[in-house]
Nanobody, 114 residues
């Protein structure tokens, strides 16, 4: 059974940091490109960061320098380190795996508020 389980979302003050995790099971994790997306209420789901099977990464402009995507193939887990969080980062965060199929997690809520 394929599963992607996100965790690490929380309520954090502006300027704070969080590390999101996405634990994968049921497929060959190391063969899949992994992505983090987010969705705010009333908005579509938007791509944030990508990490390929070779570890190369890319980011959308508005998270460059603040967010870092990484993966640990031994743990079948992808991470999103988020620093200097802003209220506009408040959203549900999702991970996605893509290769022979596309899989999504259920999301983890991040709220940035004082």
């Amino acid at each position: 059974q394929v599963q992607l389980v996100e965790s690490g979302g929380d309520l954090v003050q502006p300027g704070g940091s969080l590390r999101l995790s996405c634990a994968a099971s049921g497929f060959t994790f190391s063969s899949y490109t992994m992505r983090w997306y987010r969705q705010s209420p009333g908005k579509g789901r938007g791509l944030l960061a990508v990490i390929s099977t070779d570890g190369s990464t890319s980011y959308v402009d508005f998270v460059k320098g603040r967010f870092t995507i990484s993966r640990d193939n031994a743990k079948n887990t992808v991470y999103l380190q988020m620093n200097n969080l802003k209220p506009e980062d408040t959203a549900m965060y999702y991970c996605q795996a893509s290769y022979r199929a596309i899989y999504w997690g259920q999301g983890t809520q991040v709220t940035v508020s004082s």
